[in-house]
């Protein structure tokens, strides 16, 4: 595990565009974030050089992953959030009020995966057999993960899994993500080739 510290909007545009972040929640996240990176120093200026830098930021990160949906969705709640009343606040204001919304989004989708996990756990039966595709953990999402906080929720419950984990080709995630997840939380896990994945079933 490697943490990469990111104290400006170009270093979270360039965690999002090489894949450092990954998986549409956490890179709504991070976006929602960068934001308020890319205008912290921006406080001491004028409203209007702080909208400019406001749009200009947006539009910067934007760029980073121009396919994926939450970029823009949080990019866009970010905005909507200052547009309300931006003339009567100062630009110290309306930063605090895009770090709440930023950790608003956070929060919310933190609170998401763990609803997964609660509906989704009901679904498993203790020592049942899981497969999984891709990767859909707390490094693609806030904590629980989507798809994996059912896996984690479960466990909670003192329920035994094992997890089937396809290597999800091209780009490994299963093998190097899911299966590191898996790993770290304790739970059974066998890596298998994608072309495995109908015999396992």
Not at 8 to 19: F, H, K
Not at 39 to 46: I, P, R, S
Request: hydrophobic share 45%.
């Amino acid at each position: 595990l490697k943490e990469i510290e990111c104290r400006d909007a170009a270093s979270v545009w360039e965690a999002i565009q090489r894949l450092r972040v990954r998986g549409a929640p956490a890179i709504g996240i991070a976006a929602a974030y960068g934001v308020v990176l890319g205008l912290q120093k921006k406080v001491d200026t004028t409203a209007n050089v702080f909208f400019e830098k406001l749009d200009e930021v947006i539009t910067y990160l934007a760029s980073s992953r121009p396919t994926a949906v939450n970029l823009f969705w949080a990019l866009e709640r970010v905005r909507d959030a200052v547009k309300a009343n931006q003339d009567s606040r100062s630009p110290a204001q309306v930063l605090k009020h895009l770090w709440r919304e930023a950790l608003a989004i956070h929060e919310e989708d933190r609170q998401m995966c763990h609803a997964i996990g609660r509906h989704g756990a009901e679904l498993l039966d203790d020592g049942q057999g899981v497969l999984t595709h891709c990767n859909a953990g707390g490094l693609a999402t806030a904590e629980y993960g989507t798809a994996l906080s059912i896996f984690f929720t479960a466990q909670d419950q003192g329920k035994k899994l094992h997890v089937y984990v396809d290597e999800t080709r091209p780009l490994l995630q299963g093998a190097r993500l899911t299966a590191w997840e898996l790993t770290q939380r304790g739970l059974a896990a066998t890596l298998i080739c994608d072309s495995m994945a109908a015999q396992v079933m």
